[in-house]
Structure formats: C-alpha cells, structure tokens
T-cell receptor, first 115, second 115 residues
Framework: AQKITQTQPGMFVQEKEAVTLDCTYD???????LFWYKQPSSGEMIFLIY??????QNATEGRYSLNFQKARKSANLVISASQLGDSAMYFC????????????FGQGTELSVKP | DSGVTQTPKHLITATGQRVTLRCSPR?????VYWYQQSLDQGLQFLIQ???????AKGNILERFSAQQFPDLHSELNLSSLELGDSALYFC??????????????FGPGTRLTVL
C-alpha cells in the first residue's frame, strides 16, 4: 500500500536561511509522482512542486527544490532563503499512476520562520 | 488563486441533516477530486470524477455521495451527518494532458461544522 511519511511535525528556521523538509514514500508502482503542497493558516492548499518517478533531474520552482533520491524513496523539499510568509504546514503527497489519480498525503510538517 | 471555486466557504449544521458542497473546476480541467481534512485522519481522498464519470473511490462513507455534471462542476452530498463529519472538505481539479503529471489544484475548501 502507498504510504507517505513526514517525520518532522514541526520545524523552525531563521529568516533568509535554507530549510529541508523530509518526506519518504512507499510504493511498488514504477510510475508515480511526488508533490509538495503548502497550507497557510488561512487553510487553502497551494501546489509548490512536482517530481515524476522517471524524471532524471531534481525539480525546481523558484526558491523551492525537490531533492529526489529514488533508491532511498525520499523526496525532500528544500526552501532556500526562507521568508516570513513561508510559515505554514507543508504536505508531501504521492500519486501512483497505475492506481488512478488519487493523492496520498503525509501528516505534514509545520514550518515556522523566525525574524 | 488556483482557479477552483468551492461554495459555501463555511457551513454549520446539526446532526442528522444533509448538506451539499459545490465545486467548479479550473477552466478546461476534466477531473475533479474530493478530499476530507480532519485533525484525526489528516487529508483523505474521497472520490474522483472524470468528465462526468466516477473514476476512483477512496474511503468514502455510504452516507456520502458525489456527482459531476455535464458542465463539469461537481457536488458532494453528505447525509445523516454526525459530529465526526466536521472537517475541511477540498475539491481539486486537474488536466490529464498536463506535462507536470496531472497536478491537482485545490479549491479554498468548505469548512463543515456539525453541532
């Protein structure tokens, strides 16, 4: 069965520093995708970044990058130059394409950025 | 703004009642997904529709049902409501032809409170 594990319930980072949020996944499907979403206190879910299982390079989107280590089944999110507005819950999610399009989410990591 | 709209934003009702949550996907997206976010269960996939047809089902209760209409908007019906149904309900939509692996874009959610 698919499973996403985020082992850091909460993290603190100083403004302007980089931070890594951990995510490990478990699937036997060779074709899958990994996603990170941000949920601010207002509640909406904001898509940040996507990595496909066959992608050779790590995904990047502005200050976000995904450190994809396929053999270790990890998909860590790196946020560079943290900003106060980055304070939020961050969810890692996975879709296995041979099992439809449903997303399986981790429990989330609450990130707090200190000024 | 993701382009996905959900109404109402908040809903307060009593146990035993029935409610309908509405979702309009992003323009051109054929897939609609419903998720439930609660404190104890986290984010859980409920059901997916594609172009009017049910595509996948998650742990959706028999008291819950959904449909997608010809104009592609979707409704989630929750009946015989219980206290435990109080949660944030998200709708998401995706474009199957997207190069980024069918990324799901979330609406702002409907917060349901059952008293």
């Amino acid at each position: 069965a698919q499973k996403i594990t985020q082992t850091q319930p909460g993290m603190f980072v100083q403004e302007k520093e980089a931070v890594t949020l951990d995510c490990t996944y478990d699937t036997s499907d060779p074709s899958y995708g990994l996603f990170w979403y941000k949920q601010p206190s207002s509640g909406e879910m904001i898509f940040l970044i996507y990595q496909g299982s066959y992608d050779q390079q790590n995904a990047t989107e502005g200050r976000y990058s995904l450190n994809f280590q396929k053999a270790r089944k990890s998909a860590n999110l790196v946020i560079s130059a943290s900003q106060l507005g980055d304070s939020a819950m961050y969810f890692c999610a996975q879709v296995s394409y041979n099992q439809g399009g449903k997303l399986i989410f981790g429990q989330g990591t609450e990130l707090s950025v200190k000024p | 703004d993701s382009g996905v709209t959900q109404t109402p934003k908040h809903l307060i009702t009593a146990t035993g009642q029935r409610v309908t949550l509405r979702c309009s996907p992003r323009s051109g997206d054929l897939s609609v997904y419903w998720y439930q976010q609660s404190l104890d269960q986290g984010l859980q996939f409920l059901i997916q529709y594609y172009n009017g047809e049910e595509r996948a089902k998650g742990n959706i209760l028999e008291r819950f049902s959904a449909q997608q209409f010809p104009d592609l908007h979707s409704e989630l019906n929750l009946s015989s409501l219980e206290l435990g149904d109080s949660a944030l309900y998200f709708c998401a939509s995706s474009d199957a032809s997207s190069p980024s692996g069918d990324t799901q874009y979330f609406g702002p959610g409907t917060r349901l409170t059952v008293l």
